[in-house]
C-alpha cells in the first residue's frame, strides 16, 4: 500500500524560510514530485527527485533520502504569493501512477 | 509545452443526472490519463487510471458503474458521472502521462472540474 505524510497547515513570515516535510512508505517507487497548487487550480510543477541528495530550483530546493523515505521542499525569500498547498507526490514503479501526499497550507504572513 | 484542455471547468447539475467531463492533450498523445478527486481541504485522490483501447483500471472504494471512464483516442480520455448525488460535488482533475515530455517529467495537468449536483 501507500502511505504518504505531509503536515496539515504551516505559517511562516515574508522572506523567512520554511521547510516542508514529506515521508512515504511505498511498495514501488520511481521518483518524488512537489507541486504547488492554489485553491481551485491545477497543480503547478515544482520539483522532481529521483536521487538521494538535493535539487536547487531558484528560491525552492528539494531533497530526498531514498533509504528514509523522506522529501523535503524548502522555500526561501518567502512572498505573500507563495502561500499556497504543497503537494508531494510519488511514482509508483510499475504502474507510473502519481500518488499524492495529504499536502501541506502554507500560509505566509507580512 | 505540454498541454492538456479540461471542460468544463465548471458545472452545476440536478441530483440523479450525468456528467461528463472531457480531458484532451493539445499537443502529445497521451497513452495514459489519470482522473482525480479533491474534496476541499483536501489532497487529490486517484480515482482511476485509463489507457487508450483498454478498460480503465479503478483505485479500492471507486465504483466502476457510477464514473464511467473511456479512453477512446490517443488525445481524448472522458470521466462521466452516473446518477449524480450531492455528495459527488467536489474538484475533479485529469493528468495526461506523456513519456516523451521532459519538463515536467511527463504529468501535464487538466485545469480542473467543479463539480455541484444540487
Known amino acids: 500500500g501507500q502511505n504518504i505524510d505531509q503536515p496539515t497547515e504551516m505559517t511562516a513570515t515574508e522572506g523567512a524560510i520554511v521547510q516542508i516535510n514529506c515521508t512515504y512508505q511505498?511498495?514501488?517507487?520511481?521518483?518524488l514530485f512537489w507541486y504547488q497548487q492554489h485553491a481551485g487550480e491545477a497543480p503547478t510543477f515544482l520539483s522532481y527527485?529521483?536521487?538521494?541528495g538535493l535539487e536547487e530550483k531558484g528560491r525552492f530546493s528539494s531533497f530526498l533520502s531514498r533509504s528514509k523515505g523522506y522529501s523535503y521542499l524548502l522555500l526561501k525569500e518567502l512572498q505573500m504569493k507563495d502561500s499556497a498547498s504543497y503537494l508531494c507526490?510519488?511514482?509508483?514503479?510499475?504502474?507510473?501512477?502519481?500518488?499524492f501526499g495529504t499536502g501541506t497550507r502554507l500560509q505566509v504572513f507580512p | 509545452g505540454a498541454v492538456v484542455s479540461q471542460h468544463p471547468s465548471r458545472v452545476i447539475c440536478k441530483s440523479g443526472t450525468s456528467v461528463k467531463i472531457e480531458c484532451r492533450s493539445l499537443?502529445?498523445?497521451?497513452?495514459?490519463m489519470f482522473w482525480y478527486r479533491q474534496f476541499p481541504k483536501q489532497s487529490l485522490m486517484l480515482m482511476a487510471t485509463?489507457?487508450?483501447?483498454?478498460?480503465?483500471?479503478?483505485e479500492q472504494g471507486v465504483e466502476k458503474d457510477k464514473f464511467l471512464i473511456n479512453h477512446a483516442s490517443l488525445t481524448l480520455s472522458t470521466l462521466t458521472v452516473t446518477s449524480a448525488h450531492p455528495e459527488d460535488s467536489s474538484f475533479y482533475i485529469c493528468?495526461?502521462?506523456?513519456?516523451?515530455?521532459?519538463?515536467?517529467?511527463?504529468?501535464?495537468f487538466g485545469s480542473g472540474t467543479r463539480l455541484t449536483v444540487v
Open positions: 499537443d502529445f498523445q497521451a497513452t495514459t
Open positions: 527527485n529521483v536521487l538521494d
Open positions: 493528468s495526461a502521462l506523456d513519456r516523451g515530455w521532459e519538463r515536467s517529467y511527463g504529468y501535464t
Open positions: 507526490a510519488v511514482r509508483d514503479s510499475s504502474t507510473d501512477k502519481l500518488i
Open positions: 485509463s489507457n487508450e483501447g483498454s478498460k480503465a483500471t479503478y
Open positions: 511505498t511498495s514501488g517507487f520511481n521518483g
